[in-house]
C-alpha cells in the first residue's frame, strides 16, 4: 500500500473495503469485482458511521440491524468494517465481537485470518493475539467471545458486533452485551442475523429496532444470496420442513411450530392395495425401528423393507402394545418375544431402538443375536430424524398400507425450530405419544443409510428363486425347505428300520447291467 492508497483508504471505508483480495464463493478476487448491490448499499449506509467511530464523533445512528438469508456473508461484510476502523481510527478503539458459541467465534476469527492471509499489506499493520484483533499503531484491539465461554465482559466498548442473535440459546448473554455497548453514547452496536421465531425474544428485538428507525438503521435482505447454486436451494426446499425453509433462505421470521406433513405428502405415501408381510420377501433389505414407552405410555415396533431394485421404502409390518390396565405398564417380555419373532421372519439388518428408553431390553436382544443399534435423541438424532422423514414423505421415497392409527399419528406431528435445529412434537392422547409414528421415524434414518450401502441390483438373481416367479415369500420358502427335510429324514428313518436284504446289492447291479 503506497502512500496515495493509505490516504483514500483512510479517508473512505468504501474504497478500502473494494480493494480487498477476499475468498470468495468463486475464487480468490478484489471484492469490487464481486460485490453485489446489496452489499454495496449496506457499506454506503454504513460509511458515515465508520468515519465517526474513527474520528470519535457522534455518528448518524449507533444502531444497526443487518439480517440475511443464510450464506449472505454477514459475518465477512461486517469483519471488513471492523477491520477498517480497527486501522484508521485517530484514537484508540475498543470493539468486541460476540458468538453465540465457541464455534461461531471460531468462524469470525477464521474469517478475520483469511482476510489479512490474502492482504500482507493490511497484516503488517493488524495481528491476531489470543482471540484478539489488535493495531499497534493506534492502540485499538478487538476482542472476540463466545455465550457459552468464561468470557469477561463489562469495560467501555466502542463498536459491538452481536453475531446471530437469533442462535443465542437465552436472552441475558445478548441483553448484557447490549448494555456494555450503551455505556458508550458515541459507541455502535451492529446485530446480525438470519430470520428466527415468531414471537421469541429475538423477535421482539427486531420489532424493537423496525419501531425506532431514529435508533436503528435496518438492512434487511430476504431472498438467496445470488452467488449461491440454484440447484442446491431447490435439494434444500424438498429435504427441509417449508418453515424452516422459508426461514433460512427467504427470510421468514417462522411460528414455533408447524404441521410437519401435508396430507397430500401422507395420501401420496397410502397404498390401499398394500397389506402387511407375513416375512421377508426376495429382492427386500429389511429394517425395524423399537419406540418403547414403559409406565403409562404405549410401545410401537415398525418393519420396513427397502427394495433392491428401486431403493424405495415399504412398511411392510407393525405392531403396538398398550399399558396394562392394572399396572399402567407395557409388558416388556411381550415386546421381547415380539422382536425375537421379527428377527426371525424378517431378519433386519438394523433394529433402531430410543437410546433413552430400551438400553436394557435392547442388551437382552443383542445376546440372542438381534443387531440392535440406539438412535440417539441429542440435538443431532432429533435433527436427523426430522428432516428424513421429510425428505422421504416430500420425495415419494415410502409407501405405507393403510393403518389408520399411523395416519392419524403422521398428521398429528408438529416441527418444531430449536436453536440446535429442528424436532418432531406431538401431543400425548388416550392412544399414546403417537407411538407408531415414533418408531417408523426411529427406522428411517436407518433405511436411508442401508439403501445407501445396498445400491440396486441390476440383473442380479436370487438364490432362493432363482427363476424369480415361486410367488411365495422368503419365509414360506424356508417352511417349504424345513418340510422337505424333515420328509427327507422320515424317509432315512424308514429304511434304516427295514430288516436288510443280504441279496439286495446283487440284484440292484444284476437289473441295472441287464436294463431293467
Known amino acids: 500500500m503506497n502512500p496515495e492508497q493509505a490516504k483514500r483508504f483512510k479517508a473512505d471505508p468504501l474504497a478500502f473495503i473494494e480493494s480487498l483480495v477476499i475468498p470468495s464463493g468463486r475464487g480468490i478476487k478484489r471484492f469490487k469485482e464481486c460485490m453485489f448491490p446489496f452489499q454495496r448499499t449496506f457499506f454506503e449506509q454504513m460509511r458515515p458511521i465508520l468515519i465517526a467511530l474513527a474520528n470519535g464523533t457522534e455518528p448518524p445512528i449507533n444502531r444497526v440491524w443487518l439480517e440475511r438469508t443464510k450464506g449472505g456473508s454477514k459475518d465477512s461484510d461486517v469483519a471488513c468494517c471492523i477491520l477498517w476502523v480497527m486501522a484508521f481510527a485517530k484514537k484508540p478503539v475498543r470493539g468486541r465481537i460476540c458468538a453465540s458459541d465457541r464455534d461461531q467465534a471460531g468462524e469470525v476469527w477464521l474469517i478475520v485470518k483469511g482476510l489479512l492471509r490474502h492482504n500482507p499489506w493490511l497484516a503488517d499493520r493488524i495481528t491476531l493475539q489470543n482471540w484478539k484483533i489488535i493495531c499497534e499503531a493506534n492502540d485499538s484491539e478487538c476482542e472476540v467471545i463466545s455465550a457459552d465461554a468464561d468470557s469477561a465482559h463489562g469495560g ?5 458486533f452481536l453475531n446471530e442473535l437469533v442462535h443465542h440459546q437465552n436472552e441475558d448473554f445478548a441483553s448484557t452485551i447490549a448494555d456494555d455497548a450503551a455505556k458508550m453514547p458515541f459507541g455502535v452496536m451492529v446485530i446480525a442475523s438470519n430470520a428466527g421465531i ?4 429475538a423477535h421482539s428485538w427486531k420489532k424493537n429496532a423496525e ?3 431514529d435508533v436503528w438503521l435496518m438492512s434487511v435482505m430476504s431472498e438467496p444470496s445470488p452467488w449461491l447454486n440454484a440447484k442446491d436451494i431447490e435439494d434444500a426446499r424438498r429435504r427441509e420442513p417449508k418453515a424452516r425453509f422459508e426461514r433460512l433462505w427467504y427470510g421468514v421470521w417462522s411460528s414455533a411450530s408447524s404441521a410437519c406433513l401435508s396430507e397430500e405428502d401422507i395420501q401420496a405415501a397410502l397404498n390401499y392395495n398394500l397389506r402387511p408381510q407375513a416375512g421377508a420377501e426376495p429382492g427386500y433389505v429389511y429394517v425395524a425401528g423399537l419406540d418403547l414407552g414403559i409406565s403409562n405410555d404405549h410401545s410401537a415396533l415398525a418393519v420396513i423393507g427397502i427394495a433392491r431394485s428401486t431403493q424405495r421404502f415399504r412398511l411392510v409390518y407393525t405392531r403396538e402394545w398398550s399399558p396394562d390396565e392394572t399396572s399402567g405398564k407395557v ?8 422382536c425375537l419373532e421379527v428377527y426371525k421372519r424378517f431378519r433386519p439388518v438394523r433394529f433402531g431402538y430410543d437410546a433413552w428408553q430400551a438400553v436394557l431390553l435392547a442388551q437382552r436382544c443383542e445376546l440372542q443375536g438381534i443387531p440392535m443399534e440406539a438412535m440417539q435423541f441429542s440435538s443431532k438424532g ?3 430424524m426430522a428432516q428424513t422423514l421429510i425428505e422421504c414423505f416430500q420425495n415419494r421415497r415410502i409407501e405405507l398400507y393403510n393403518i389408520p392409527k399411523l395416519i392419524t399419528d403422521l398428521r398429528r406431528l408438529q416441527i418444531e425450530e430449536r436453536p440446535f435445529g429442528v424436532r418432531l412434537t406431538s401431543t400425548r392422547d388416550s392412544e399414546g405419544h403417537q407411538d407408531l409414528a415414533t418408531a417408523l421415524i426411529i427406522a428411517l434414518p436407518f433405511a436411508v443409510e442401508e439403501a445407501k450401502v445396498n445400491p440396486p441390483e441390476i440383473g442380479a438373481v436370487d438364490l432362493l428363486d432363482p427363476k424369480g416367479f415361486s410367488g411365495l415369500s422368503l419365509y414360506q420358502i424356508h417352511l417349504q425347505e424345513m418340510e422337505e427335510e424333515r420328509a427327507l429324514r422320515e424317509e432315512e428313518d424308514r429304511l434304516l428300520n427295514t430288516p436288510e436284504d443280504p441279496n439286495e446289492g446283487f440284484v440292484a447291479a444284476l437289473n441295472t447291467f441287464l436294463g431293467y
Not at 467501555?156 to 459491538?160: A, C, E, L, N, P
Not at 415468531?198 to 425474544?201: F, G, K, L, R, V
Not at 409388558?331 to 415380539?338: G, K
Open 156 to 160: 467501555r466498548v466502542d463498536i459491538t
Open 382 to 384: 432429533l435433527t436427523l
Open 198 to 201: 415468531q414471537n421469541s425474544w
Open 331 to 338: 409388558n416388556l417380555m411381550d415386546v421381547e418375544q415380539e
Open 211 to 213: 419501531e425506532n428507525p
